[in-house]
Nanobody, 126 residues
Framework: QVQLVESGGGSVQPGGSLTLSCVIS?????????SGWVRQVLGKQLEVVAA???????KYADSVKGRFTISQDISKNTLNLQMDNLEPDDTAMYYC???????????????????RGQGTQVTVAS
């Protein structure tokens, strides 16, 4: 059974940085899958923030391009999101998500069908 455990959220001032980490356990092999971070602002729908697949392909939401960087270490089952130059609009609950059998081309599957962790809150405010 695949399990995801996030860490690294918190509060930061605009312009600051945070790193989110996720340990994804339970995959029995290294076959293609898409993993990433999705977020939900209170009262709004989940959105894909950043995604990466087993081949290293990446995809970012337009709002975070140039500010966020997703990375993974498949051998250590870890997924990270480096968030720089944070803005108040980045305030949300962030969830680590994974979906077997798809590439980043289908990153939306992380929202529609993906397995998610419990989430970690990110708050950006003065």
């Amino acid at each position: 059974q695949v399990q995801l455990v996030e860490s690294g959220g918190g509060s930061v001032q605009p312009g600051g940085s945070l790193t989110l980490s996720c340990v994804i356990s339970g995959y029995s092999d290294t076959s293609n899958r898409c993993s990433g971070w999705v977020r939900q602002v209170l009262g709004k729908q989940l959105e894909v923030v950043a995604a990466i697949d087993t081949l290293g392909g990446t995809k970012y939401a337009d709002s975070v391009k140039g500010r966020f960087t997703i990375s993974q270490d498949i051998s250590k089952n870890t997924l990270n999101l480096q968030m720089d130059n944070l803005e108040p609009d980045d305030t949300a609950m962030y969830y680590c998500a994974t979906m077997p059998g798809v590439s980043v081309i289908a990153a939306q599957a992380l929202v529609d069908y993906g397995l998610r962790g419990q989430g970690t809150q990110v708050t950006v405010a003065s």
